[in-house]
């Protein structure tokens, strides 16, 4: 007799894909330490099922924090818009293995976790996602994922750890897409500062050849590119580590840490 649920997954993976079982590796570990903020469940009970090596996530402290601290940030801004919006849509874009959705699900939004084929070929055996909460897999770059969003209403988009990898032109054709399908939308972006961009490197992610490519100031110059957005906020990633190392509740005073954090940015179609 052989159980399915016991057999490992062997995820085949490269590039940017395989930057997303590190992230995921991460907020499993956190789980599992005794003063976390969240718990993912999904994520410790699925990287016992992987068959993969996760050593050189384990070794990248850097990597660690900044995952837990977007992920303490995104999922305070989700929960509180799914809060005045229980029954929105959502469109998780470039989902990688996120769970975000089994922490914050309302029972009655609906959910959609879109990324590139190849992921979505991993993220679906694991998963197996249907219904309410489902996958598309496309390039966001592709118009063809807005086709795919067939439930309309108060739209969401959660854009996480992804404008990093493209260009400018990516991100304004992105912005323009939703725009031109979707008649209001708030969108929650990572965005990386251009000096880190040119200056940080993350050493789990050098083996999988992903490259941070672009980066915009603040959320004022973000908008400034996106004609039919306006820029309505933005959350620097210190909030997120502030949590769990509170030196960063003074850090994230100091305009220079500010500057060079990562930002959340809230931008909502004009």
Excluded at 40 to 56: G, I, N, P, W
Excluded at 177 to 185: G, H
Aim: charged share 25%.
């Amino acid at each position: 007799y052989f159980s399915m649920e016991t057999k490992k997954i062997k995820p085949e993976l490269n590039g940017v894909a395989e930057t997303m079982l590190l992230t995921f590796y991460a907020r499993a570990q956190y789980s599992k330490s005794n003063k976390h903020a969240f718990y993912d469940a999904k994520a410790v009970e699925l990287v016992e099922r992987l068959d993969y090596d996760f050593s050189s996530a384990s070794k990248d402290v850097a990597m660690g924090g900044g995952t837990i601290a977007r992920t303490l940030v995104f999922d305070e801004l989700v929960q509180d818009f799914l809060q005045k919006h229980p029954d929105a849509v959502v469109v998780n874009i470039a989902c990688g293995l996120d769970t975000r959705v089994y922490r914050l699900d309302t029972g009655v939004c609906t959910w959609y976790n879109l990324d590139l084929p190849e992921t979505i070929a991993v993220r679906d055996p694991i998963f197996q996602e249907q219904g309410r909460i489902s996958t598309i897999g496309c390039s966001v770059l592709d118009p063809a994922w807005a086709d795919a969003v067939k439930k309309r209403g108060t739209m969401l988009f959660i854009i996480e750890g992804l404008t990093m990898y493209l260009n400018a032109k990516d991100v304004q054709q992105i912005f323009a897409l939703i725009s031109s399908r979707f008649s209001q939308a708030t969108i929650f972006v990572e965005t990386m500062n251009p000096a880190m961009v040119r200056h940080f490197k993350e050493k789990s992610i050098e083996g999988s050849h992903a490259k941070f490519t672009w980066g915009v100031k603040n959320g004022s110059a973000l908008a400034a590119l996106l004609p039919d957005f306006r820029f309505v906020e933005e959350h620097s990633l210190c909030e997120g580590m502030a949590v769990f190392a509170p030196v960063y509740k003074v850090l994230d005073k100091l305009s220079i840490v500010r500057n060079i954090s990562n930002k959340l940015i809230v931008l909502e179609k004009v």
